[in-house]
Each structure stands twice: as structure tokens, then as C-alpha cells.
T-cell receptor, first 112, second 117 residues
Framework: QKEVEQDPGPLSVPEGAIVSLNCTYS??????FMWYRQYSRKGPELLMY????GNKEDGRFTAQVDKSSKYISLFIRDSQPSDSATYLC????????????FGTGTRLQVTL | DTGVSQNPRHKITKRGQNVTFRCDPI?????LYWYRQTLGQGPEFLTY????????KSRLLSDRFSAERPKGSFSTLEIQRTEQGDSAMYLC???????????????FGPGTRLTVT
């Protein structure tokens, strides 16, 4: 079993829709939770990160973490065609390495 | 500074050949990470450096893989006697050291796509 599970999609939504992307994780020691966006043939770029449980909002993006159920979510409001990309959740344990553990990524397509 | 750069962007090699990739991190970043991403999967951690010291290696990094970061600047990742299973995107990321126990953002390069035929 992978430490971070994510539905690979693909997920296709019309422009303007609300998108919900989700991950589950198994290691209770994970403390930081990130969402990365990866366009085709590019490296991942950090969208948002949260520490422990709670919500964080940044423009059209909202990240939620529920540590009791080990569930991570990203919501995208008023989705745009430019949001079409692969979205990767990631976690890490603070310590000497800060190495990221990623989910498989969900491919999102926002259509006109 | 234009971010993390990686060269080459694409590499096609025959099975059994050696290949070397280069990563140039953001100049003030003292941490450098290597990840591997196969098709339809998320990146997987391979190894990381704090300045010139290689501090951790994943079990994914077999004896055929070696990474260096001389003088704590650019890094190279060499794969000897390549196998078809080595075909993947090799990503480099850099960051500052954690501050007050908080991790710092890792900035990723565009990756080197390796195809072993």
C-alpha cells in the first residue's frame, strides 16, 4: 500500500465548475500537506501547503486537511481552462530530510 | 535567477550505456533533491544534499546510481549500465534549509526525460 493514495482520474469538468481533488494517507507522522500543479513536460510547482488539520484559502483555491481521517482535499472554484494540469498531493515529516512523499496525481481537464 | 535548470531535457540511450544528468539549483539554495517520476505516477524521492554532503539515499537508488554535488553548487546524477526500467523523468529540486523546524518550499526543475531502448 502506498503511503499517499490519489485517484489518477482523468477528471473532466466544464469551465466555471467547482473541482474537488482528494488524497488519503496512511502515516500519522506526516505533518505538512502540499498541493502541486504539474503541466505537461514541466516540473511540479507548489500551489499551497497546510500544517496539521484545517483549511487554507488562496484565491480560487482552498486546501483542507483532516488528520483524524487522514484525508487531504483541494477545491478549485470557478475553474478555468488554464487550470488543466495534473494535481499532485504531497506530504512530509519535518526533520533532517524534508523529503516529499507524493500521490500519483490527478489529471484535470477544464473544457470550454 | 531563472530557477532550477536541468540538462539535458531529453536523453535516449541504449540499454547498458551510462548516462549523466546535470542540475543547477537556485543559487542561494543549500539543499538539492533528486526525484524520479514514471508515467502516471507521482515523483519518488531518490536522494538529497545539504551543501556538498549527500545525507540520505532512497532504497530506489541502486548501486548503478551515483549522485554528486561538488562544491555544493550543481549536482550530477549518473546511471551506469542503464536498464529499460530506468526510463523515467528525473526531477531535481532545490530549497533553503528548514527554518524554525518548518520546511522550505522545494522548487523543481523541468526534469530530464530518459528513454532506455
Amino acid at each position: 500500500q502506498k503511503e499517499v493514495e490519489q485517484d489518477p482520474g482523468p477528471l473532466s469538468v466544464p469551465e466555471g465548475a467547482i473541482v474537488s481533488l482528494n488524497c488519503t494517507y496512511s502515516n500519522s507522522a506526516f505533518q505538512y500537506f502540499m498541493w502541486y500543479r504539474q503541466y505537461s513536460r514541466k516540473g511540479p510547482e507548489l500551489l499551497m501547503y497546510t500544517y496539521s488539520s484545517g483549511n487554507k484559502e488562496d484565491g480560487r483555491f482552498t486546501a483542507q486537511v483532516d488528520k483524524s481521517s487522514k484525508y487531504i482535499s483541494l477545491f478549485i472554484r470557478d475553474s478555468q481552462p488554464s487550470d488543466s494540469a495534473t494535481y499532485l498531493c504531497a506530504t512530509l515529516i519535518t526533520g533532517t530530510a524534508s523529503k516529499l512523499t507524493f500521490g500519483t496525481g490527478t489529471r484535470l481537464q477544464v473544457t470550454l | 535567477d531563472t530557477g532550477v535548470s536541468q540538462n539535458p531535457r531529453h536523453k535516449i540511450t541504449k540499454r547498458g550505456q551510462n548516462v549523466t544528468f546535470r542540475c543547477d539549483p537556485i543559487s542561494e539554495h543549500n539543499r538539492l533533491y533528486w526525484y524520479r517520476q514514471t508515467l502516471g505516477q507521482g515523483p519518488e524521492f531518490l536522494t538529497y544534499f545539504q551543501n556538498e554532503a549527500q545525507l540520505e539515499k532512497s532504497r530506489l537508488l541502486s548501486d548503478r546510481f551515483s549522485a554528486e554535488r561538488p562544491k555544493g553548487s550543481f549536482s550530477t546524477l549518473e546511471i551506469q549500465r542503464t536498464e529499460q526500467g530506468d526510463s523515467a523523468m528525473y526531477l531535481c529540486a532545490s530549497s533553503l534549509s528548514p527554518s524554525g523546524g518548518r520546511p522550505r518550499e522545494q522548487y523543481f526543475g523541468p526534469g530530464t526525460r530518459l528513454t532506455v531502448t
